[in-house]
């Protein structure tokens, strides 16, 4: 495992005080390399003719078959009018079902068609050679230890559990 330096302290050069911890724009590195990350996961899964937001429908459902519209939009995180023109666009692809929920005539629930399941399987081998290649300058010690310190930054944000990043 490759050894990180402990931290020191850093001259600010503007007569403050010396910085303990992580560097200077140690939070901006982290956007800017998650944003790439999320770059070429959009063109991975471009190439499989979805977007973003479609892939993550795609695997919520994949997880929780039978949500209800609203339920989906909780967890993508975002509004449900916002959603109608997805799901619309997943059932065009032949990707998502859409009934009418035998509890509540008034919501609609969501599976995937079989060939939803089939984009779902697609989905899993385009996030894993993601990953692969996200992670590849660390060895697989520090890529546990990025894991692990990512989720305690997680769960201490006001990120929300699931599949996040879909508000925009």
Request: hydrophobic share 40%.
């Amino acid at each position: 495992m490759t050894s990180v330096p402990a931290a020191s302290p850093i001259p600010t050069g503007d007569g403050a005080r010396p910085h303990r911890g992580a560097p200077p724009r140690t939070a901006f590195l982290l956007a800017q390399v998650g944003a790439d990350a999320a770059d070429r996961f959009a063109e991975r899964v471009a190439t499989l003719g979805l977007t973003p937001r479609e892939a993550g429908a795609i695997r919520v459902l994949g997880r929780r078959q039978g949500l209800s519209q609203r339920e989906l939009a909780e967890q993508l995180g975002t509004v449900p009018s916002r959603l109608v023109a997805l799901v619309d666009e997943l059932e065009t692809k032949g990707y998502v079902v859409r009934e009418r929920s035998e509890g509540d005539r008034r919501n609609n629930v969501l599976t995937l068609a079989p060939e939803g399941e089939r984009m779902l399987a697609r989905l899993r081998e385009v996030a894993e050679a993601h990953q692969g290649d996200v992670l590849s300058p660390l060895d697989d010690d520090e890529q546990v230890a990025l894991a692990a310190l990512l989720a305690k930054l997680a769960a201490a944000s006001t990120v929300p559990p699931g599949h996040p990043g879909f508000r925009r």
